[in-house]
């Protein structure tokens, strides 16, 4: 009796083993999972410019650390620097007011120079959000993961005036998003947007109002000024990087 | 001590009592736990796919895009679009077809501001674009939605050719290149995002000029037939 007892036991708790392995329905969607994110650190380098930029376009060098606390959401730190060139638009303005006969006759054999600005240095706490990720196949054959990225955040921006602008530091506010292409699990290619938005002294047409005082006045000729306004500024930036992540070693979800 | 031969070897059952009975016991409680266990595995084996089936199928299929069209690269203007796609899907990789934009322009804030300099840029409104194009799908891929999932999309890249019309009744020729992402929300459904640049020579009174028209452009894609049979079962 003792022995058909003990039989028995053994026999009951290796079909409740048995039961426990074959249960797919509540198994998560991937098994297995490379967490490429989880608990790791990132440290990126990346190039960039603006777009659509009105007076001045910049290009950014950005070096950013993120710590992923999970595989979603990370925490980090960017800096970028900035060098800023004269957008076509801004020559063509200046050249009209230097060619213009009451620009001439006020300031005559001077060459028009508008007052403009641009980003010389940023530095921004962010945040950010990993919703989807995956992999890619290409022609049937996969080609690595892949992770589409949301990131928010804000923090002090230097602001370089020229023509007359002063230079200034001011906060800013950074909302983007971008893919992540992984060849390797230590090493990502990053393409992201950011719009870094910005208050920069820019011109308004409308007359200065009995009272009121414009950030800068510019004076066209003619007895015709151009009041500079601070306005919040949108600087959408198109940023190519790498990523690297450490440590090397990954692991893998049940 | 009793003694069984078993695929050569001598095993050795210890203890007191004849061992046919140890077997007799052994036999009828794993024949009933072999029994349970099948049961389990053939229910859990149910949602086991042993072969793949492709989700987002394209060929021999219409899809049909009611489109919103948002201009990106203007400074002087700004273009709203609305329109539609039809394309038919000659294999699961290419597909032909045609568009139709027609545009609502307006002047941007910054024309406004810089007519304070007392300059003008002759800025010119587009009207509508037709035209047709091929489209080309080499990858495709799936995601997850915060570790839920998967969610199903392919990216594709297309070339076209057509007109715009600008100003009153100057019509354009335009060709177009761009990409973009096709999203599985149903067997029928997808929601569309893409990037084109659409080009064309601009005459202005100050000359001609080459103008890249590059827009956003997003729409919900219905597939059909809205159902398709798989070849092989799952």
Known sequence: MKRFGVVMLLILGAGGATAKVGGVSEAPAVRHQLELRKSRHELSLGLGMTLNDAYTRNVLIRAAYQYHFLSWLGVGLEAAFGAQVKTALTSAIESGVTNSPEYNQEFPGKKAAIPRSGIQALLIAKAGFVPLSGKLVLFGKYLGYVDLMV?????????????????????????????????TRYLSVNLEVMDYMVPQYTPQNRKISAGESAGYVYAVGGGGLVPYRERLTQNPAFLVGVSVFLPFQVERTY | MGVIRQDGRRCTLAGRGSWWSWVGCVGFFALIAARVSAQEADETQKNIRVLQQKTLIRYHRVEVVPTFTLALNETLTRHLGVGGQVR????????????YIKYFGSDSALATDISAFGVAKETRYMNQYFGAHAAWTPLQAKFLFFGKGPIHWD???????GATRTGASAYRVTGHLGGGFRFLLWRCLTLNLEVRDFMFMEKYRAGSEFVNNVVFTT????????TYHYEYPK
């Open chain 1, 151 to 183: 990131n928010a955040g804000g923090g002090m921006a230097l602001v370089k005036g020229f023509n007359g602008l002063s230079n200034r530091t001011t906060y800013a506010v950074a909302v983007g998003g971008g893919l992540r292409f992984y060849p």
């Open chain 2, 88 to 99: 038919f899907h000659i294999t699961d990789e290419w597909a032909a077809g045609a568009e």
């Open chain 2, 155 to 161: 990216f594709g890249l297309t070339a076209g050719l």
């Open chain 2, 219 to 226: 729409g919900i894609g219905v597939l059909v037939p809205f």
